[in-house]
Nanobody, 112 residues
């Protein structure tokens, strides 16, 4: 079973940028589509972005124009580039593929 490990989170000021990585223990070709989710304190987990095997992408309205999901199949890694960050983007971010388990996530904190 492919396992995913998220990294790249941290503390950033409003308007800043971060790039999250989702590294797979095996080939990501078998686990498409791959999603990024986030969960803020006291809130339900929400879908942020998705990428398909063909490279098609889709985003939550709240992040359109600011976040970009991409992948490097050779490195078995999916990325989430986050620009123009807002305090409301503060959450734990998770990646998820087909039949993969939830990982530990990576914390993103945006200060005002």
């Amino acid at each position: 079973q492919v396992r995913l490990v998220e990294s790249g989170g941290g503390l950033v000021q409003r308007g800043g940028s971060l790039r999250l990585s989702c590294a797979a223990s095996g080939s990501i070709l078998s686990i498409y589509p791959i999603h990024w989710y986030r969960q803020a304190p006291g809130k339900q987990r929400e879908l942020v972005a998705i990428i398909t095997s063909g490279g098609n992408t889709n985003y939550a309205d709240s992040v359109k124009g600011r976040f970009t999901i991409s992948r490097d199949n050779a490195r078995n890694t999916v990325y989430l580039q986050m620009n123009s960050l807002k305090p409301e983007d503060t959450a734990v971010y998770y990646c998820k593929g087909v039949l993969t388990e939830w990982g530990q996530g990576t914390q993103v904190t945006v200060s005002s």
